[in-house]
């Protein structure tokens, strides 16, 4: 027979339920813990297991009705997935389109739980991430890269002699890509935007001074924050928003539909 097993430095410690957290991912801790109860040990153990988990909790300051209410739910989810399993309901398909999101949780006034019936009027499945997380505070104790080193990144370039900047963005070194427009202008044809400022102007370009405005890894996201950094300046390389990717003006547009349509569900449901 199988039973739970613990390191010894386990410390019981799990995500208080004071926490500023969303309580689906409270509701989820106790969802694993149980899972891994039914799952993992012998039927003989799940008492003594589940009573040493409610305690566990109790000490994470979860309160007992909220305990006792999870477990039973989940417990009944359980005995319905098998009798669905005995009456061979399993191969059922869902043909209902579930679209998935993720947003910031906040937690001030209660303005994530206001907007969740408001989600499910239109089948989406939201994913609520803190806004505070220890990756904040712990990366900031290693040691910086140089502006240079950095990857995955929207970057500016500006002109000495005038107002005209030009925003890209790489995923690769920006050292790589900035040596990549410097080599440009050497070119006999197919000069970038910016050698072609530099030729037909006259003027000369701030390589001692590159700005990075955005970080990120997703190339969607990327893109998304290139072209609204393009088009919140008013002196930028106008010939970059042709060359930019169509598929970003898409997704630029779907970020102005959304917000719109965010407003409008706020406004309606207040």
């Known amino acids: 027979m199988f039973d739970l097993c613990k390191k010894p430095t386990h410390s019981g410690r799990y ?3 004071l926490s500023n957290h969303p309580l689906c991912h409270k509701r989820g ?4 813990l149980i899972d891994r109860i039914i799952y993992v040990s012998h039927p003989n153990y799940h008492t003594l297991n589940i009573s040493n988990m409610i305690n566990t909790l109790l000490n994470n300051g979860y309160p007992l009705d909220f305990l006792f209410n999870t477990i ?6 359980f005995i319905h997935n098998k009798k669905l399993n005995q009456t061979n309901h399993k191969d059922l398909i869902d043909n209902n389109i579930k679209i998935y999101c993720t947003l910031p949780y906040v937690r001030e006034k209660n303005l994530t739980e206001k907007f969740h019936n408001v989600y499910r009027n239109y089948n989406l499945n ?11 505070f712990i990366k900031t104790g290693k040691d910086r890269l140089d502006k240079m080193d950095n990857n995955n990144v929207v970057y500016k370039i500006s002109c000495c002699d005038c107002d005209c900047s030009y925003v890209g963005q790489t995923k690769r070194k920006l050292k790589t890509r900035i040596k990549e427009h ?38 969607y996201k990327r893109s998304i924050s290139e072209m609204i950094h393009i088009k919140t300046r008013e002196m930028a390389l106008t010939i970059r928003m042709i060359q930019t990717n169509y598929q970003t003006s898409i997704y ?4 102005f539909f959304l917000i719109l349509f965010c407003s409008f569900s706020f406004y309606s449901y207040f």
């Open 182 to 219: 410097k080599s440009d202008i050497r070119k006999s044809n197919n000069h970038s935007v910016v050698s072609l400022h530099q030729l037909e102007y006259g003027h000369q370009i701030d390589w001692d001074n590159i700005n990075i405005l955005d970080s990120e890894h997703s190339f």
């Open 72 to 77: 039973n739910n989940r417990i009944r989810s």
């Open 15 to 17: 995500l208080n339920f």
């Open 252 to 255: 630029l547009l779907f970020i």
């Open 29 to 32: 801790i106790i969802f694993s």
């Open 126 to 136: 939201i994913a609520y991430k803190p806004v505070n997380s220890l990756n904040k």
